[in-house]
């Protein structure tokens, strides 16, 4: 991908990290939820604290949002408004998709949303219920 490297170098600015993103998604969450015990805190730390591997499942969510112009269908609480202002942000960063999809393509798109946004939910789930183990309660 040299194009993109091109890019980068052309606007000067690198592209923020999967955790940078997070963090000012939070940023942008309602105050009470930014509350050190507030379940969308305690994901934001899981997620902070996860391998890097396992935050790949966020750009790739997005970029689904992205195509079909809707924010993640998030429904386990703890990570649904974070996910909403990650999309937010992320909307800031890369913009909106630049061409129009058919038909088929839109389709397809709202699929893999589907999908992609089912795989985020299972992943945050997953996250809560490791650390559930982990600290024993």
């Not at 591997?53 to 386990?76: N, Q, S, Y």
Request: charged residues 30%; aromatic residues 6%; contains cysteine.
């Amino acid at each position: 991908s040299g194009e993109m490297k091109a890019k980068e170098s052309k606007q000067g600015k690198k592209k923020p990290t999967t955790l940078e993103m997070l963090a000012s998604a939070y940023e942008r969450v309602p105050e009470h939820e930014r509350a050190k015990d507030h379940p969308t805190s305690v994901c934001l730390n899981l997620l902070q604290n996860s391998p890097e591997k396992l935050l790949d499942v966020i750009p790739i969510t997005m970029r689904a949002c992205r195509e079909c112009g809707l924010p993640p269908g998030i429904k386990f609480p703890p990570g649904k408004s974070l996910m909403k202002a990650y999309y937010e942000v992320d909307r800031e960063v890369n913009g909106k998709p630049s061409q129009e999809l058919d038909a088929e393509a839109k389709k397809a798109a709202y699929q893999t949303w589907m999908e992609m946004s089912q795989t985020l939910d299972k992943t945050l789930k997953l996250l809560f219920d490791k650390a559930k183990d982990h600290l024993g309660s």
